[in-house]
């Protein structure tokens, strides 16, 4: 990439807060950061119908990883396409070590890693009890998989960045608004 990034990493398990948090935090600084959701990002291509699309629609509904190569190209390739973009807060990365190998393996860095802690319990709670149209989030033995696929493979990832002092972790068991300004702390890079 040509121009220079400041990325930072947003993680937590799934119902953590990470979309609301991010979302809060992007109409503060609207101007000056770019919201990226790897999620949202896979979500977009399966929507496109594309055959890449029902390749990842097919992980995604078992509550499985998408290959880093597939989200890796999505993210730069949104990266690269947006015009003003220098700040970017990327949400839902890394997920796996694969994940990390393959940013790190194109020479990317991230300048911070937030990570969003909350309790198993209350992630499933969460999830049951919210409507955003992810047919994932409504059935529990999916909810329990996504669950434990954060803490055995993503939850490592973001804690590998202690060791350069770039993980900053935030509880998510506060209030929205509590949760907030810890976050948007964190986020300062």
């Not at 896979?42 to 290959?67: D, N, Y």
């Not at 730069?76 to 949400?91: C, Y």
């Not at 860095?109 to 802690?117: H, R």
């Given at each position: 990439?040509?121009?220079?990034?400041?990325?930072?990493?947003?993680?937590?398990?799934?119902?953590?807060?990470?979309?609301?948090?991010?979302?809060?935090?992007?109409?503060?600084?609207?101007?000056?950061?770019?919201?990226?959701s790897?999620?949202?990002?896979?979500?977009?291509?399966?929507?496109?119908?594309?055959?890449?699309?029902?390749?990842?629609?097919?992980?995604?509904?078992?509550?499985?990883?998408?290959?880093?190569?597939?989200?890796?190209?999505?993210m730069?390739?949104?990266?690269?396409?947006?015009?003003?973009?220098?700040?970017?807060?990327?949400?839902?990365?890394?997920?796996?070590?694969?994940?990390?190998?393959?940013?790190?393996?194109?020479?990317?860095?991230?300048?911070?890693?937030?990570?969003?802690?909350?309790?198993?319990?209350?992630?499933?709670?969460r999830?049951?009890?919210?409507?955003?149209?992810?047919?994932?989030?409504?059935?529990?033995?999916?909810?329990?998989?996504?669950?434990?696929?954060?803490?055995?493979?993503?939850?490592?990832?973001?804690?590998?960045?202690?060791?350069?002092?770039?993980?900053?972790?935030?509880?998510?068991?506060?209030?929205?608004?509590?949760?907030?300004?810890?976050?948007?702390?964190?986020?300062?890079v």
């Open positions: 990439m040509k121009r220079e990034y400041r990325v930072v990493f947003v993680v937590g398990g799934p119902g953590s807060g990470k979309g609301t948090q991010c979302s809060m935090l992007l109409n503060d600084m609207k101007d000056t950061v770019v919201h990226l790897a999620g949202e990002l896979l979500r977009e291509l399966i929507r496109s119908g594309s055959e890449a699309g029902e390749v990842v629609k097919g992980i995604t509904s078992r509550g499985h990883i998408v290959p880093s190569y597939i989200t890796v190209f999505l730069v390739q949104a990266m690269l396409n947006h015009p003003a973009g220098t700040r970017f807060l990327i949400d839902g990365y890394p997920r796996n070590l694969d994940n990390r190998v393959t940013w790190e393996g194109m020479g990317l860095t991230c300048d911070a890693v937030v990570m969003l802690d909350c309790p198993e319990d209350v992630m499933r709670q999830l049951l009890n919210r409507n955003e149209g992810r047919a994932d989030d409504r059935n529990e033995e999916v909810i329990l998989e996504r669950i434990r696929v954060f803490l055995d493979e993503s939850k490592p990832q973001a804690e590998h960045y202690a060791v350069e002092g770039k993980l900053r972790k935030v509880s998510a068991t506060g209030t929205v608004e509590e949760v907030y300004e810890e976050f948007k702390r964190a986020c300062a």
